[in-house]
């Protein structure tokens, strides 16, 4: 398989080169050069396959021959080492916990498959790497979780200053070893400004071999259609209604266009809906048709605060810039704070089921589709735990949550961070600690 960049002006590269490079030399975002739906002798057995070997038949194409298919299969079984539970609220209405992973995100999916497919390419070299990451909340903790302690491997994290919850920042400022946290006074889009000026920045190549670990990066980016593959599975296993539309919670958009690539292999997800909060640059793309990010502005549901999201080109290209195809297959709406804030509530005392911000959101759209559209069944993704958020939370619902082991064990870590200003500051970081 081989990658092309989407500023079509870099040659194209096959999957060991995508992911080394994260971003193209031209600033562009790699993107499959084909995407071949999976064969009926897959859907045939489609119900009695394990997740190890669904994941491995979807991923397959992407990775081609540059990984031996026992060394492949050894990556999906130590990335997927926990469960992606639908929950039922209503008769037509469920979520998709994405949340039970280490760092309790859906973003241990990709940082974990990443980060053992980087340690995979680097098994024999004796050069080190540093994975260079922006985040607006979840990223930094599930790629510092995933990378943690790998021979070889340095990771930086780039988080807003103030702009995460204080549980977020705790896992990305106690991991200590290989993972460092940098605190950019500013918002999300500077921080990926500033990794994007990295990768291309020449002068730093002789001091660091730089990666990215966004979802600019396909080994991020593609395994995250793994759990939509085990969502349909389960749903047809319990034969609800069809069709299916899929709610999700929206910032940086890569999560739901891997959800628009599970569909292109064929799966049978009816409709999507990208919810997101105030940061509504793709809401007023799908009205108006024309792409025009704002800077971002903060909100409850943090990790989505992203006011130019990285992958709107890549789903341009698979709709082929037709905004008339894309409406056909997906539904975009904006929620203010309160709304989300209602939305937990309700969602508390209708069903008894704490959402944090996020999920919130993303059931707000789901509820919003539905009003006109009855006939689905909606599973709304759950992306992060609300403990995640906790103050947010237990405002809104007026509840105690309970802390589970995976974050009750950093809570008397002690945090470590540096704080930087500009690029420059970035820049001399990096060279100064060079090894
Ligand atoms: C990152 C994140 C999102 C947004 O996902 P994108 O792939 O950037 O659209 C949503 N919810 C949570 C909890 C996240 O951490």
Same mark, same amino acid.
């Given at each position: ?97 994405? +949340?039970?992973? $280490?760092?309790?995100? @859906? ?5 974990? =498959?990443? *980060? #053992?497919? /980087? &340690? ?125 539309? +899929?709610?999700? $919670?929206?910032?940086? @958009? ?5 959800? =628009?690539? *599970? #569909?292109? /292999? &064929? ?169």
């Amino acid at each position: 398989m081989n990658y092309f960049s989407l500023n079509n002006n870099a040659t194209a590269v096959g999957f060991e080169k995508a992911v080394r490079l994260g971003l193209a030399p031209d600033r562009g975002l790699y993107f499959p050069q084909q995407i071949t739906p999976l064969p009926d002798a897959f859907w045939d057995k489609f119900l009695g396959m394990s997740r190890h070997e669904i994941a491995f038949k979807v991923i397959k194409q992407f990775v081609g021959d540059e990984i031996p298919q026992d060394n492949l299969m050894e990556i999906i079984e130590q990335t997927l080492t926990f469960d992606f539970p639908i929950v039922e609220l209503d008769k037509d209405i469920a979520t998709l916990e994405l +949340f039970h992973g $280490p760092t309790m995100a @859906f973003k241990d999916v990709g940082g974990r =498959f990443m *980060a #053992r497919c /980087l &340690g995979y390419f680097n098994r024999s070299s004796t050069e080190k790497v540093t994975v260079l990451v922006a985040t607006s909340g979840d990223t930094g903790g599930a790629v510092a979780s995933g990378f943690l302690g790998v021979e070889g491997v340095e990771v930086i994290i780039l988080y807003p200053k103030g702009k995460v919850s204080p549980i977020q920042e705790l896992q990305l400022t106690t991991q200590g070893k290989n993972i460092t946290a940098l605190e950019v006074t500013g918002v999300f889009d500077d921080c990926q400004e500033m990794v994007k000026t990295a990768f291309l920045d020449e002068s730093l190549k002789k001091h660091r071999n730089l990666t990215s670990a966004n979802s600019i990066n396909v080994a991020r980016w593609l395994p995250q259609s793994f759990y939509y593959f085990f969502a349909a599975q389960e749903l047809m296993k319990r034969k609800v209604r069809n069709p299916y539309a +899929f709610s999700v $919670p929206s910032g940086n @958009f890569g999560n739901i266009c891997a959800g =628009f690539i *599970a #569909r292109e /292999l &064929g799966l049978p997800i009816a409709h999507f809906i990208a919810s997101t909060n105030q940061n509504d640059t793709f809401p007023r793309y799908m009205e108006n048709g024309i792409f025009e990010p704002k800077k971002s502005v903060q909100t409850i549901s943090n990790a989505m605060d992203v006011g130019n999201p990285s992958n709107f080109v890549r789903i341009a290209k698979l709709f082929n810039q037709d905004l008339f195809r894309l409406k056909n297959v997906c539904s975009s709406y904006s929620f203010t704070d309160k709304e989300t804030n209602i939305a937990m509530q309700e969602i508390y005392k209708d069903y008894n089921y704490i959402a944090d911000p996020h999920g919130a959101v993303g059931y707000l759209g789901l509820k919003k589709y539905m009003e006109k559209n009855p006939d689905h069944y909606g599973v709304f993704l759950e992306t992060a735990h609300p403990v995640k958020f906790l103050d947010v939370v237990e405002k809104a619902i007026k509840k105690k949550v309970e802390i589970p082991p995976q974050i009750q064990k950093i809570l008397n870590k002690k945090s470590k961070k540096t704080s930087i200003e500009s690029y420059q500051d970035l820049k001399q970081y990096l060279i100064d600690h060079a090894v």
